[in-house]
């Protein structure tokens, strides 16, 4: 078995740092003594984060920065390499959600979402593999979901984009093979995180279903971001391909690779339409 990862010393880029998960990540390695770069477009939240980070002793930066921009993206390697010696986590954490079927998600809301979770991935690597290659252990963390595992109705714009994740991801990890240089995909489950709160709704659909999609999921959102962001930490420790965050995302693992393709009607029978 492979030695685990030592993050003291090291430097972590994190994107939506601001909150949640993203914000979860960065304190656990803080508390590794892992060095931060912060990336977010909230800048109160990321405020906020950089204050619970700060106090394990290490150097945080904070930076404004919309995964979705390719010019800002490609020019920000730059800006972290001029405040530190080097970077060896990239966490590709940023993304946002849609509600609504797919006839029901106009094109421009589609390709914003992708923008962000897909693009924003692919962008990011690919700015910063220059400096992780100069590291002497280095980690690419994508965030995907379990509906990066299964396609539940009503998330076809979503599932797509966090499929694209893990296939990039498991295509990269092969690439790189025999580099310094890992990969790990994270598959979280239902986190009581605020995406279902800032998803983007259709046009059309009234109030009155937006409260009971909202209401639906937000049963579903129940393991603290604090113990997915030490889960996914102790993965990145632990160098592992792939991390599953939950004991939803688990059974939802085994389901689809028992039944690939009619996986949905037992996981509604287990737990009802999500």
Avoid at 29 to 53: F, K, N
Avoid at 151 to 167: H, I, L, N, W
Wanted: some cysteine.
């Amino acid at each position: 078995m492979a030695e685990r990862m030592n993050l003291a010393g090291r430097t972590a880029v994190v994107t939506g740092a601001a909150a949640g998960i993203g914000r979860a990540i960065a304190v656990s390695l803080a508390q590794r003594g892992c060095h931060l770069a912060l990336a977010d477009i909230d800048e109160v939240g990321m405020a906020d984060t950089s204050e619970l980070t700060r106090r394990f002793g290490v150097r945080v930066s904070r930076h404004r920065l919309d995964v979705a921009d390719r010019v800002a993206v490609a020019a920000f390697p730059d800006v972290v390499a001029a405040e530190r010696s080097g970077v060896d986590v990239l966490v590709n954490n940023a993304g946002v959600a849609v509600g609504g079927t797919f006839e029901q998600v106009v094109d421009e809301d589609f390709e914003w979402l992708f923008e962000i979770n897909f693009w924003g991935v692919v962008r990011m690597t690919r700015a910063f593999l220059p400096l992780l290659r100069e590291s002497d252990d280095a980690r690419i963390v994508n965030l995907s979901s379990v509906y990066g595992l299964i396609a539940p109705p009503e998330q076809a714009a979503y599932s797509a984009s966090k499929f694209a994740v893990r296939g990039f991801s498991e295509a990269l990890r092969h690439e790189l093979e025999g580099s310094r240089i890992g990969v790990s995909v994270v598959h979280p489950g239902g986190i009581a995180t605020s995406i279902a709160e800032n998803a983007r709704i259709p046009a059309g659909i009234s109030e009155e279903e937006i409260a009971r999609r909202r209401a639906r999921y937000r049963k579903l959102l129940r393991l603290p971001p604090e113990v997915a962001g030490e889960t996914i930490v102790r993965g990145i420790e632990r160098r592992q391909s792939r991390i599953l965050i939950g004991s939803d995302a688990k059974t939802i693992s085994l389901v689809a690779r028992l039944l690939p393709v009619s996986y949905w009607k037992l996981l509604v029978l287990l737990w009802g339409s999500r």
